[in-house]
């Protein structure tokens, strides 16, 4: 079973920026594939930006191309979305999410474990 625990969420102005990390819980966190996902009310949790088990390869949706990086840390079980030129439209609860598999990481399906949510409110 992995935990996961975001953190780094908040108010922020359109423009400005934010660090979301993510801690999973376990000793093989560098097998585990891990996304970012986020929700906005009324809407559908969509996929936002995935890497690779070892970091090597990295996934984004097209409205965050050249604003979001996706990294992660193996030693400290950590995953980050650095957040920059934030816009009202990036207002959601974001989710981490990992799996063992690396088939499907742009799809809700290719993740088994969740965190439970971090608020990011842009105001414009």
């Known amino acids: 079973q992995v935990q996961l625990v975001e953190s780094g969420g908040g108010l922020v102005q359109a423009g400005g920026s934010l660090s979301l990390s993510c801690v999973a819980s376990?000793?093989?966190?560098?097998?585990?594939?891990m996304g970012w996902f986020r929700q906005a009310p009324g809407k559908e949790r969509e996929f936002v930006a995935a890497?690779?088990?070892?970091?090597?390869?990295?996934y984004y949706t097209d409205s965050v191309k050249g604003r979001f990086t996706i990294s992660r840390d193996n030693a400290k079980n950590t995953v980050t979305l650095q957040m920059n030129s934030l816009k009202p439209e990036d207002t959601a609860i974001y989710y981490c999410?990992?799996?063992?598999?690396?088939?499907?990481?742009?799809?809700?399906?290719?993740?088994?474990?969740w965190g439970q949510g971090t608020q990011v409110t842009v105001s414009s």
């Open positions: 999410a990992s799996d063992r598999r690396s088939t499907q990481v742009v799809s809700r399906d290719g993740y088994a474990y």
């Open positions: 376990g000793r093989t966190f560098s097998s585990y594939t």
């Open positions: 890497i690779s088990a070892s970091g090597d390869f990295t």
